[in-house]
């Protein structure tokens, strides 16, 4: 999701909330997706910082916008990886009921 050319990037950089947000709206999701999706919130801005950090100790200017960070470390990912359950997705299970 490129939002990098967006007229309205500064108001986002402003607001890294709605910016992370922005990243899932609009779409139809399922709530469990959207309780993951802002608890993931407070450990995607850290590794942002983390990352800021570092340019700094090394020597680098700190330029690298959480708009860049987003799309360069896509946070919706995260969601694919987790297994059905823990997605809170319910799974066929076999009857153990001979009938």
Request: aromatic share 14%; charged share 15%; net charge neutral.
């Amino acid at each position: 999701m490129p939002y990098s050319n967006n007229t309205y990037s500064g108001f986002l950089e402003e607001s890294p909330e709605t910016m992370y947000m922005g990243f899932a709206g609009g779409k139809k999701t399922t709530n469990p997706f959207l309780d993951w999706y802002r608890s993931n919130y407070g450990s995607t801005h850290d590794a942002y910082l983390s990352q800021l950090g570092n340019q700094a100790l090394t020597g680098q200017a700190p330029i690298l916008s959480f708009l860049d960070y987003l799309n360069q470390n896509n946070p919706m990912k995260g969601w694919g990886l987790l297994s059905p359950s823990q997605r809170g997705e319910r799974t066929a299970t076999r009857s153990l009921w001979n009938l």
